[in-house]
């Protein structure tokens, strides 16, 4: 095969402005989003002139979730801008995820939601049809799956989110799956995924999360690593992580989840793939958008709306006293920084340094928060029981890769930049 680069971006979450993104309605939902719904418009448009600019990488990926909740005024709006960058050069695949059709769109007008018209799932595949399947070497019968051929030598296996399985499952598309990954082993070819939904959970803490992976996410990967793919690219879950699962037969398969294009981690991810299978991952951001972030820088900006939505999301799920206690206690910005930093990624707090000796004495001064928590979330949820060990497997992650990586596809060994 030939070197191959390509660019990464996910969660569009565009929100067609002229709907309605303001009032009371609006403000209050706001307050619990890690993306920016209102400023969406702004965002993309500088992503878009950045990705117009950039001259290295004539391949766009997208990995789902164009829309904010599959409003028909918003797809027409991206690929009007997808039909800008195709005009300028660009070759671009994409896949729908979850937020992008057969949901109940609505938009905002003062303290009140109204519905908007939204577009089905059937109508995705025609509406994104120039964008991945038309140029597509295999497509299969359901039209959830295609092949492209991206390079010489260098296969894309996208896998539009299929609401009829359940949280994006492809079960009924698999054997057509596993045919196109014999075809292109028998053709020595590289095969790698692209699909909206992560393949394998972010972090050991979101194993409990029901839409953090796919369902049967353990049998699912097993079977496509032991088939031959090696590797896709997610997003979803809005955070930058890169994982991997080995099976008993020792075959393995890498998850790259990156960040929502409009929120933190605000994330752009630059690909390439030598002769060898080496892949390269770097990661860039959006630069500065037009739009009051007072005062604020855009990744500032983009920080202070996830610590926000931490935080209210905390005191929504909380019961008294345990809420009166968490607000007072050193729990609260610890907790909100712990959790920014499994989303944000390269873990800070990890065995050895000092400010995971500083996470353990906290968690032993809080001791009596802890035993309140563990006693009342316990219960119900078996991961709260015990709060030490929990905390520990979240900052656990020592390898600083998902920002920047280089992962050798055929060993399945990955190391940071300057290893």
């Not at 563990?374 to 119900?380: A, C, D, F, H, L």
Request: charged share 25%; glycine share 10%.
């Amino acid at each position: 095969m030939k070197q191959l680069q390509f660019t990464l971006i996910t969660d569009l979450h565009y929100f067609e402005k002229s709907l309605g993104a303001e009032g009371e309605a609006y403000e209050a939902r706001s307050l619990t989003d890690q993306k920016c719904i209102a400023e969406t418009g702004a965002i993309l448009e500088s992503a878009f002139a950045q990705l117009a600019a950039d001259r290295e990488s004539e391949i766009l990926l997208i990995a789902g979730d164009m829309t904010f909740n599959g409003e028909r005024e918003s797809h027409r709006w991206v690929i009007q801008q997808l039909e800008k960058l195709k005009a300028g050069g660009k070759r671009i695949y994409v896949i729908t995820g979850n937020h992008d059709g057969d949901n109940e769109p609505y938009a905002f007008d003062g303290a009140k939601r109204f519905p908007v018209e939204g577009v089905t799932r059937e109508e995705l595949k025609d509406l994104y049809y120039e964008y991945g399947m038309k140029d597509a070497i295999a497509v299969d019968g359901n039209r959830v799956c295609y092949v492209a051929q991206l390079g010489e030598g260098v296969r894309l296996l996208g896998i539009n989110y299929n609401l009829g399985e359940g949280n994006g499952g492809f079960e009924d598309s698999m054997e057509w799956v596993l045919a196109q990954l014999a075809d292109a082993k028998a053709s020595g070819e590289l095969m790698f995924g692209m699909m909206h939904v992560p393949l394998l959970p972010g972090s050991p803490i979101l194993a409990q999360v029901g839409d953090a992976a796919l369902k049967n996410w353990r049998r699912i990967a097993a079977r496509l690593a032991d088939a031959g793919l090696p590797l896709v690219f997610t997003g979803h879950m809005h955070m930058q992580s890169v994982n991997k699962l080995t099976t008993p037969g020792g075959n393995f398969i890498f998850d790259i989840c990156t960040g929502s294009l409009v929120g933190g981690p605000c994330a752009i991810r630059k690909i390439t793939i030598d002769e060898n299978w080496v892949m390269r991952v770097m990661t860039s951001t959006v630069p500065e958008f037009d739009w009051d972030k007072n005062g604020m820088t855009a990744q500032e900006y983009f920080a202070w709306r996830f610590n926000r939505k931490i935080e209210n999301e905390i005191f929504s799920k909380l019961k008294w006293p345990v809420a009166n206690i968490v607000r007072r206690s050193p729990l609260l910005p610890f907790g909100i920084e712990l959790v920014r930093n499994v989303f944000y990624g390269d873990q800070l707090y990890t065995k050895g340094t000092p400010e995971y000796a500083r996470v353990m004495r906290l968690l032993r001064r809080a001791r009596p928060v802890v035993w309140l928590v563990e006693k009342t979330y316990g219960r119900r949820h078996e991961g709260w029981r015990d709060v030490k060990g929990l905390v520990r497997a979240i900052i656990g992650k020592e390898e600083k890769v998902d920002y920047e990586a280089v992962i050798d596809l055929k060993q399945g060994l990955v190391y940071g930049h300057g290893e």
